[in-house]
């Protein structure tokens, strides 16, 4: 199709009795650790049922700009991606403050800003252009953009995945890109825009119509277009979503596990699924975003949010936050004695 494809293993549960029976033999009533025990057996099948252990988890963070932000769909103007992706660099942001508190290593990926960071250390150059073009005229971008961002996504996983880490998290900064992400949405859920298209930033009622109509316009004017989830991305994508994607495949195809973060990166997940189902049994879904939509779409791809805190930030901040969680699933599986362990019989 792109001439780019991503071999990942389907999740294997050839060993899902053994872990199950592991995990129902800890010192606790049957079933009772809840949602940490479906975790828990998520991670025994990606990471191995013996002792899987999560190392060097890592949070990208990817930004862009999209072209259809200049429409007025958004609180912000453009220029707040760049002025946000400073503050990710001086520690300043909300991501920067859980990553600490929770022990992720934040790496940003400037995917396509507006304007090149020349001379700002710590900034993972993957552009791939200044920002996208407006989706509601013309496609985003090219197929070879598409290409050349799965790619460039590919080789950064594979520089985490060979310094050790086995967890990547995926977070992103973007004015508009919830425009995008709800054109995404309505493509590959069939749905009507008004359902798919929420609040964002904060936007009022009237700059909601107007974010509603332009999302009907981009579906509309692609129509022909919109066969597979290249092309999808191509024409309604931005270029931290094409990153996020090709992240998350990639991440799979390495056996690793893959934190997603809100709507935006949902979107992300969804394209992602649609190129090769067999990603889905490496993600997980940290946080059940406020945006309209978010909702549906955790439906669509049978995902159960490890939160629901209301939250509506992006950044990776909802993939974060459930770290402790992953990690306390994968303790518990490793760490805590069974019955015959400790002598008790019930
Ligand atoms: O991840 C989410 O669920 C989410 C929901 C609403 C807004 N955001 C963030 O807000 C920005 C996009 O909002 P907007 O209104 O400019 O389309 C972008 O930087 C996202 O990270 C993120
Ligand atoms: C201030 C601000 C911070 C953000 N972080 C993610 N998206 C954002 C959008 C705005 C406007």
Sequence with gaps: MLGIGFDI???????DDEIQSRIDNKTKPLGALGELEFLAKQIARVLGK?????????????????????????????????????????????????????????????????????????????????????????????????KQGMEMARARIEHHHQLGCNLIALGEMGIGNTTSAAAIMACIMEMDSIDCVGRGTGIDAATLKRKQMLVEQALHVHESELADPFNILACLG??????????????????????????????????????????????????????????????????????????????????????????????????MASFSDAGIEI
């Design 9 to 15: 293993a389907p999740i294997s549960h050839e060993f």
């Design 50 to 146: 013996d002792k899987p252990k999560i190392s060097n988890p890592k949070l990208l963070v990817f930004a862009a700009d999209h072209g259809i932000a200049a429409a007025g769909v958004s609180i912000a103007p453009s220029e707040v991606t760049t002025q946000m992706v400073m503050n990710f660099i001086n520690g300043g942001a909300a991501i920067n403050v859980f990553c600490r508190q929770v022990g992720f290593e934040l790496e940003v990926i400037d995917c396509g800003i507006l304007q090149p960071l020349e001379g700002v250390e710590g900034i993972i150059d993957q552009r791939l252009g200044a920002g996208t073009a407006p989706i509601h005229r013309q496609a985003a971008m090219t197929l070879g953009a598409v």
């Design 238 to 335: 931005g270029f931290e979503i094409v990153q996020m994607t090709g992240a998350m495949l990639a991440a799979a195809e390495r056996g690793m596990l893959v934190v997603i973060d809100g709507f935006i990166a949902t979107a992300a997940a969804m394209v992602a699924v649609k190129i090769n189902p067999n990603v889905r049994g490496y993600m997980i879904f940290g946080h059940q975003s406020d945006e309209r939509g978010h909702c549906l779409m955790m439906e669509h791809l049978h995902a159960r949010p490890l939160l629901k805190l209301d939250m509506r930030l992006g950044e990776g901040t909802g993939a974060a936050l459930a770290l402790p969680m992953i990690q306390a699933a994968a303790g518990f599986y490793n760490e």
